[in-house]
């Protein structure tokens, strides 16, 4: 089930889906460590009249996000339970609490007692053993901790605080998964809880609140959250949100209103591009920690087809964000990055691993060390570490931060390129293999050939400007070569379009790979062509040709016959599932060779098609399913919203300047 709210401050992410159940709090980390796991924390309903449902029942919902900004507007209907629940929702943007303000309306007439259960299923640090939950009366709190993890659920019912009314009216702390025990959320259902006040081990607590509902009447129901590294930390978040709930809740809406801000020309977008585009940037920066990590996806239901996730930086996918973020001026979390990426750059190779946890330990990978001729390497995806140095140059060219960029040569650009300029055939000049940006082949590729001709020549900028002239000699030559080996070994004539990959055997012959391949695009998207050159138009069109889906609404594939969770084996129909990325990558181009504000409408046409294949709530998938244009794989995908931003810009730039004319 894919993400459909996502709430997060930089160091708290809190991931709900469709019924409002919380599947997902990572904490201290975006990313790491995942204290639910996709598993449910949930909110149920007990009425007087001896009835129980939980919201992942038979509810009628309505869910999105108010305007421009990361707090939830949801509500819920029960027409059996005469019942309507109105949330707010919103991971404060200063503190580690996520809040939760509920109206609970009676629709029935004559006056009713009502109660909320708050179900938290916790495996802290992603594991359930040694866990504890408790009842901590001192703040009419639950907690449950381990270590130096504390999470403390609090909340009232009203407008003010009492110390005789309004406080958690029942609490239940019990075992789960051993002994039969399915866990305390259970005990929720006849309306009565144990008042069970700790348990240990593998466990989870539920908390109720009483609300006396007159006829046709409302109540309201503050909760919350805090996550801290001890019980004071805690305690003193949640003192202050007997006070300061509101006002909390008031500034964060306005703080990321004003955060999402950042193009004055959003009225010549259909609304609905608009509204994916600003949410697109809120979302995004829900994906990025604090210390520098932009996360790929945090939506851990991937697990359930491969005990593996997204929850990692991906040199590629952040360095692309980083390009689009620093094009609405976002330096606050692209200058961490790069400063990440410094960090955790190894001496020998000087190239990024296939990925990182945002602590900047090495992710887990399926690339081995050893080859399949027997010998042995380090793996990587050199368009990675290219793609960082890219990145680099652009936001060098945004700020003109000299300082920080002398720091970034010495302690990046400088030791990448070199590796770069060297992990190189010496007669053909490509570079050695590697693996692709699907992470599926070992070879040397277009999209990674293009993105290291673009690194060298972005480094030999860098050396020019900070007087090292052999290096930019050096850069500048071996960026030279690596274009002309494109044009040399790439393209083939009788296909008309460029080899996806080449293989350079043990003799010297090289072996071309000439399925079509979406990320082609490269060769224009990185500046080694021109847009409108005869090889990219005609490597542009083979991809409209042959990757376009024939089914549904369309889309993109990735490439001719892909299989990585493919819906049917109709593959002239539907080459490959629509991909929200490859289908923005068409629109680029037809951005790119327009020559006038009419020739803009190919590219808004897939803008609108990638609001359509959006949530409703504007979070965007890695894919779609062809026929239904639901998600598939995870969701939200930070490259996909990264991507929908950089595309928009660039739309909009267009059309500003052909509107000038």
Same mark, same amino acid.
């Given at each position: 089930m894919p993400r459909d709210i996502v709430l997060g401050n930089g160091?708290?992410?809190v991931n709900l889906d469709r019924h409002l159940s919380v599947r997902d709090i990572y904490y201290p980390y975006v990313g790491w460590a995942n204290h639910? /796991? /996709?598993? @449910?924390?949930r909110i149920g309903v007990w009425t007087g009249e001896g009835r129980f449902s939980w919201l992942d029942d038979?509810?009628?919902? @309505?869910?999105g996000y108010e305007d421009a900004t990361l707090i939830t507007q949801c509500t819920a209907r029960s027409r059996d339970l005469g019942l309507l629940l109105t949330f707010r929702q919103a991971v404060a943007h200063d503190r580690n609490l996520f809040l939760q303000h509920v109206i609970v309306e009676n629709l029935w007439d004559g006056d009713r007692d009502v109660r909320l259960f708050f179900a938290h299923d916790l495996r802290i640090d992603e594991s359930d053993i040694g866990d504890t939950a408790l009842y901590y009366p001192y703040e009419d709190a639950m907690v449950h901790y381990k270590r130096d993890r504390y999470f403390l659920f609090s909340g009232y019912v009203g407008e003010v605080v009492s110390e005789t009314s309004g406080r958690i009216f029942q609490y239940a702390c019990g075992e789960k998964g051993f002994r039969g025990a399915e866990g305390a959320w259970r005990d929720a259902e006849d309306g009565v809880l144990s008042m069970n006040a700790i348990a240990q081990g593998s466990v989870d607590s539920v908390a109720s609140y009483s609300l006396a509902l007159p006829a046709h009447g409302r109540e309201t129901l503050r909760v919350w959250m805090a996550a801290a590294a001890s019980? =004071?930390?805690a305690v003193t978040l949640h003192a202050s949100m007997k006070t300061e709930f509101d006002e909390t809740m008031r500034r964060t809406g306005a703080y990321w209103k004003a955060y999402g801000h950042r193009r004055e020309d959003l009225d010549k977008l259909p609304p609905r591009v608009a509204e994916v585009f600003v949410r697109s940037i809120l979302i995004v920066r829900t994906q990025c920690d604090k210390r520098g990590a932009i996360l790929a996806s945090n939506d851990s239901d991937i697990m359930e087809t491969a005990r593996a996730h997204y929850s990692y930086m991906w040199p590629r996918d952040g360095a692309l964000a980083s390009a689009a973020l620093d094009k609405i001026g976002v330096e606050e979390i692209t200058k961490p990055f790069f400063e990440f990426c410094a960090r955790v750059l190894p001496k020998n190779p000087a190239a990024l691993l296939h990925k990182y946890g945002p602590d900047g330990t090495v992710g887990a990978s399926w690339h081995a060390y050893a080859t399949p001729d027997g010998g042995r390497e380090t793996p990587i995806q050199e368009d990675g570490t290219a793609l960082v140095v890219w990145s680099l140059w652009r936001h060098f060219e945004k700020y003109n931060d000299t300082e920080f960029a002398a @720091?970034?040569? =010495?302690? *990046?650009?400088?030791?990448?390129?070199? *590796?770069?300029a060297s992990y190189r055939y010496a007669d053909s000049k490509l570079p050695l293999p590697s693996w692709d940006l699907w992470e599926e082949r070992r070879g040397t590729h277009i999209y990674t050939t293009s993105t290291v001709c673009a690194a060298l020549f972005a480094a030999a900028? *860098?050396?020019?400007? *900070?007087g090292h002239d052999a290096d930019r000699l050096k850069y500048q030559i071996a960026g030279e070569e690596v274009r002309q080996s494109i044009l040399t070994h790439f393209w083939d004539n009788d296909a008309r379009h460029f080899a996806r990959m080449v293989m350079v055997h043990a003799d010297g012959a090289i072996e071309r790979d000439l399925t079509v391949d979406s990320s082609s695009y490269a060769v224009f998207a990185f500046g080694v062509l021109l847009a409108d050159d005869p090889h990219v138009t005609a490597m542009m069109e083979a991809i409209g040709r042959k990757l376009w889906v024939h089914a549904g609404a369309g889309g993109v594939a990735r490439y001719e016959r892909d299989y990585y969770f493919h819906v049917t084996d109709d593959f002239a129909k539907v080459p490959g599932n629509p991909w929200i990325i490859c289908t923005l990558w068409l629109a680029e181009w037809y951005i790119a060779t327009a020559k006038s504000s009419h020739d803009l409408a190919r590219s808004l046409d897939l803008l609108e098609w990638v609001g359509v294949c959006a949530r409703h709530t504007g979070i965007l998938s890695e894919q779609v399913n062809p026929f239904t244009l639901e998600p598939l794989s995870v969701a939200p995908l930070t490259w996909s919203h990264a991507q929908?931003?950089?595309t928009t810009i660039e739309y909009l730039d267009a059309l500003a300047k052909f509107d000038g004319v």
């Open positions: 160091e708290l992410l639910v /796991g /996709g598993y @449910r924390c038979s509810w009628e919902w @309505r869910i019980l =004071e930390a @720091r970034m040569y =010495e302690a *990046f650009v400088k030791p990448a390129s070199d *590796f770069m900028q *860098f050396a020019a400007i *900070f929908f931003v950089n």
